[in-house]
């Protein structure tokens, strides 16, 4: 009888204990904090939540690859999202509008497109945006191994792009 | 119920309709054939061209959509030298660049450095794979490397490398021939070279045997890269070898033709039909060259006809470089410029020769009209350019039509390339239209769908503009707007063009504008007073360079616009930096300070303070004005002041004073 206790409380060891901790129930994502004087500045990305995803907000990657029956390199995608995405934050840092975070990236036939807004406010030189669009256009073609092009629009600085401030 | 008798009745017709389709024999119709682009091209008639969108070689954005001539090709150029960069950066070091999950795999996103004539094995095979690439200089050193290591080069790969070398004049390929880069293909800009003697085609054409072939490659680029010596070596290597029996190539009487006089080049036609070699578009074209040379406009003019004559003769079709030569040639040189017309007889020759030339123009349009053009040789696509220069010399708006209509045409092959060409083309067909149209409308729709997409903003066509809205009795505010927005983009704000602007602004009928015209005209009005006070304001050693000072009659008619749309505040404040001497001296001076105000303006901005009972504005009217106005002058607008104003004592006096003390 004994020796079935000590087996049941070496079973009990082996499981999950009961955590002590403070749990974390919330929902954090898509939840800003707001500021006491409402200087958070919002997109309109950001300013709608994670379910609205769809119906009030598109996608930020727009590609084939995870509808059914077109999976064929998802994580091929999704890694080449993120060298798309650091490089245009790396490579435009004083245009950047909400640090980048809101980059589009469309996939149509072989062609990578590369969408979103860009602010000029810090320096604005034309030539110099012609010659870093056309080196980074180049840049990623020869990286990907396919055509990339920018769409990227420009606006005179961030606060063109607030939806709310919190 | 009545819904299941209906279920029912359908269902009964569609049994019978499936009953008789069994017993018909079902047919399926062939596909059509349909060229690769044949949905594409039907796509694009559906759609059309959008003539107020960028070229698409731009960033599709207002504020980096270039609106000149020389901002296009800026930034075309940075574009291109950034892809460069990249390019050059792979070439460099390809490892960083392996991400390779193409299949099957694509060189043209793996660049490679070409190869060193220094370091590969000194072989025919590398020499040949170097002649291929058309790399003219790594051949020539090749070549001479092996040479100096004594590696014996084949009979045929030196024959390969002296087509190179001669057609190419032993240096590069020349810009206009470059394929992958677009920009410098366009732009770029090789100076005309002598032929390059005692080089490596020299030394290959010692070295290969006299044939027909060698002699006639060497003339032939002997007369390519011409020069008075060339020629003349040109012109003896014919004769040794016409004198040992030889026959030279078709290629090379072409060259020999072109850089002769046309009794000579008529000499060497019929020694060509002599040795039965049959001439074609080149030849003839070269034989137009030659007929160029004539001093006399009725001797070029007899050799032209003589010339078109023999090719339909032969049933040689002339190509539109054929047609370019003539045009370009017609009228004399010395009289195109209008200085140089200085007496009737030159202008009487002249206006005879134009006549004669557009006929003929005419004569070329109607001929080319029902044809489908072709590209023959690459100066075809400048007959366009050089017919419209004629058509807009003559003035004639109808064949200017008449040869957009066919540039523009479905069965026209021939495009000319853009921003540069193409640019001047329809940039003197816009000029010429304007010149002769009196409708603003008219010139404001043409206007909208060229500018700046097929024709950049230029001083030219602005001031063009502006005469065209000045000498209308109609006013057109739309076109009006559009030419100084364009203005502001292309930098012609300060200067003459923004004096025009300020000029044609004044001018305006504001009661004649609409509500939300009225707007715009408010809106334009601040923004061109904004940028002009901004610029004044580059005071900051940085900034200096691009400083443009304000003038005292632009104040003067800056402050009539304002005051127009209501902001007298504003425009007094810029009224005052007139009388303020601080403003105009020093390194801080944002004021020029020579000139005057404009009376007209000032007169106009005294009666609207006169008009509100505005005391203090009369008063800063009157002092500007006395800067130019004696005491007899302003004696009456001191009294117009005590009259319409209310003027307390004290002010009354100070006025007097002031008035009393002005010179008489």
Request: charged share 25%; glycine share 4%; proline share 4%.
């Amino acid at each position: 009888m004994l020796r079935s206790l000590q087996h049941v409380e070496s079973h009990i060891n082996q499981c999950r204990q009961i955590s002590t901790t403070s749990t974390l129930l919330k929902n954090r994502a898509g939840k800003t904090k707001s500021t006491s004087n409402r200087t958070q500045l919002l997109t309109y990305e950001m300013a709608q939540k994670p379910h609205h995803i769809g119906v009030r907000k598109s996608w930020l990657t727009w590609h084939s690859q995870n509808l059914e029956e077109f999976r064929q390199s998802q994580p091929l995608v999704v890694a080449q999202d993120e060298v798309v995405r650091r490089f245009i934050r790396g490579f435009f840092p004083q245009n950047l509008v909400v640090s980048g975070n809101e980059i589009v990236i469309k996939r149509r036939g072989n062609v990578l497109i590369v969408a979103g807004f860009l602010q000029y406010s810090r320096r604005l030189d034309i030539r110099r945006i012609y010659w870093m669009f056309g080196f980074a256009e180049e840049f990623l073609s020869i990286l990907l191994k396919q055509p990339v092009k920018l769409e990227l629009s420009f606006v005179e600085s961030e606060e063109t792009v607030a939806y709310n401030y919190i | 119920m009545i819904g299941r008798i209906g279920l029912g009745r359908v269902i009964a017709r569609n049994l019978s309709s499936t009953e008789s389709g069994i017993a018909q024999k079902l047919t399926i119709q062939p596909a059509i054939e349909r060229s690769p682009t044949e949905l594409l091209n039907a796509l694009s008639e559906t759609v059309g061209p959008d003539t107020t969108a960028p070229h698409f070689a731009y960033i599709d954005d207002p504020i980096t959509i270039p609106s000149t001539q020389t901002a296009k090709k800026t930034y075309f150029m940075a574009k291109e030298f950034g892809k460069r960069a990249a390019r050059e950066l792979a070439t460099e070091w390809p490892t960083l660049f392996a991400f390779d999950r193409d299949q099957p795999r694509l060189p043209a996103f793996r660049p490679q450095h070409l190869a060193d004539p220094l370091q590969v094995d000194p072989t025919e095979k590398s020499l040949l794979s170097i002649i291929e690439s058309r790399e003219v200089q790594d051949a020539c050193i090749l070549y001479e490397r092996m040479r100096s290591e004594n590696v014996d080069v084949s009979e045929k790969v030196q024959l390969e490398l002296f087509r190179l070398v001669a057609y190419y004049n032993s240096s590069n390929v020349p810009f206009a021939e470059w394929e992958s880069w677009a920009g410098m293909r366009n732009f770029g800009e090789n100076d005309h070279s002598v032929w390059n003697s005692g080089g490596v085609a020299d030394l290959l054409f010692e070295t290969l045997p006299k044939t027909d072939e060698t002699v006639s490659i060497m003339i032939s680029g002997l007369c390519k890269f011409s020069d008075h010596s060339s020629m003349e070596r040109a012109r003896e290597l014919y004769k040794e070898h016409r004198a040992a029996k030889g026959k030279i190539h078709r290629e090379a009487f072409n060259g020999l033709i072109g850089s002769s006089s046309f009794s000579v080049a008529r000499k060497l036609i019929q020694e060509m039909a002599a040795q039965k070699i049959s001439p074609d578009v080149f030849t003839f074209n070269s034989l137009l060259t030659a007929a160029t040379k004539a001093p006399k406009f009725e001797d070029r003019m007899k050799a032209y006809t003589e010339v078109i004559g023999e090719m339909k003769a032969i049933g040689v079709e002339p190509a539109l470089s054929s047609y370019y030569i003539i045009i370009k040639n017609l009228v004399d040189s010395k009289l195109l410029d209008n200085e140089k017309r200085d007496n009737e007889e030159k202008n009487a020759a002249f206006k005879r020769q134009l006549t004669v030339a557009v006929s003929w123009l005419d004569e070329i349009l109607n001929r080319i009209s029902t044809s489908k053009l072709t590209p023959v040789t690459s100066s075809c696509n400048l007959f366009f350019a050089e017919a419209i220069g004629l058509l807009y010399r003559a003035s004639n708006e109808k064949l200017a039509a008449k040869l957009l209509s066919i540039y523009e045409s479905k069965s026209n092959g021939v495009k000319m390339p853009s921003f540069t060409i193409e640019s001047i083309f329809y940039n003197r067909y816009l000029q010429l239209v304007i010149e002769q149209t009196a409708s603003l409308n008219k010139i404001y729709d043409l206007y909208t769908s060229m500018v700046p997409r097929l024709v950049g903003v230029n001083n030219t066509l602005s001031s063009l503009i502006y005469r065209k809205i000045s000498t209308s009795s109609d006013s057109h505010w739309p076109l009006l707007r559009r030419v100084i927005i364009d203005g502001i983009t292309a930098g012609q704000i300060s200067g003459v063009l923004g004096e025009e602007m300020r000029k044609k602004l004044s001018d305006v009928q504001l009661h004649a504008l609409g509500t939300s015209e009225r707007e715009q005209y408010t809106s334009l009005v601040q923004k061109l007073v904004a940028v002009w006070i901004e610029i004044s304001q580059f005071t900051e050693e940085k900034m200096r360079r691009l400083q443009r000072k304000l003038s005292p009659s632009q104040i003067s008619e800056c402050a009539l616009l304002l005051t127009r749309i209501g902001e007298q505040q504003k425009a007094y404040e810029l009224l005052e930096l007139l009388l303020d001497e601080n403003a105009s001296i020093g390194e801080e001076a944002t004021v020029h300070p020579k000139g005057h105000a404009r009376p007209w303006a000032m007169a106009e901005l005294f009666e609207d303070a006169l008009r509100q009972k505005d005391t203090f504005g009369a008063a800063t009217c009157l002092q500007i004005m006395s800067l130019t106005a004696n005491r007899t002058k302003l004696e009456p607008l001191a009294n117009r002041i005590f009259e319409k104003c209310n003027v307390n004592p004290e002010q009354r006096r100070i006025i007097e004073g002031f008035v009393r003390l002005r010179p008489q």
